[in-house]
């Protein structure tokens, strides 16, 4: 079983991200759970979400303590404790915009998201944007599946323009656009 933890702020998307793998995972006949960590959220505010992807029936119900993959929206949040909180050695953080990464061990994926959401969106929200370099970093659901899912959960126009995002965030990741940071650190 894959645990993803979702780490952003209340407005950016990180429970329509958790719930959107989860529906991409089931399209790619996967079993899957996406849910959030209930609590006082409003917009800026610090968020939680959790999404799970497996090839078997998925019976735990708790929040995810010790995930496989990290995902924070919000930079200025990777220095809370509670996104560093149970981390593994082999977690991997896929993480919008630059952070200092000598505060983690782990592999880390940088990507501005917020800059293409801008320009795509015109707004911030950077929720759907993560989940295509996700799909692509990690190979755990497909563009297509995440495409679908969005389609599923926005309709005309919105739909269109998110997906849009996924596919260039997508086809970005892997290239200067989307880096190692951790290979930025031994360059230097």
């Known amino acids: 079983m894959i645990e993803i933890r979702f780490h952003g702020r209340g407005g950016q998307g990180a429970v329509t991200a958790a719930a959107l793998l989860a ?36 019976t735990i119900r708790s929040q995810i303590y010790k995930p496989d993959y990290l995902i924070i929206l919000d930079p200025s949040l990777s220095g809370l404790d509670e996104v560093k909180e149970g981390l593994k050695p082999d977690t991997v ?26 320009k795509v969106l015109g707004k911030d929200i950077v929720n759907t944007a993560m989940l295509g370099m996700f799909a692509k970093a990690t190979g755990l659901v497909s563009l297509e599946s995440i495409q679908k899912a969005i389609g599923d959960i ?35």
Do not use: H, W
């Not at 529906?23 to 959790?50: C, H, L, M, T, W």
């Open 23 to 58: 529906k991409a995972a089931g399209y790619d006949n996967k079993f899957s759970q996406g849910f959030p960590a209930f609590g006082v959220e409003r917009r800026g505010a610090p968020v939680k979400a959790f999404t799970r992807i497996s090839d078997d029936i998925i």
């Open 154 to 188: 926005f309709g005309g126009k919105a739909g269109e323009l998110n997906m849009e995002l996924v596919k260039r965030v997508y086809d970005e990741t892997g290239s200067n656009e989307a880096k190692e940071a951790n290979d930025k650190e031994t360059e230097g």
């Open 93 to 118: 953080i896929i993480v919008n915009g630059e952070i200092d990464a000598s505060g983690f061990e782990q592999k880390i994926y940088s990507y501005d998201a917020t800059s293409l959401a801008l």
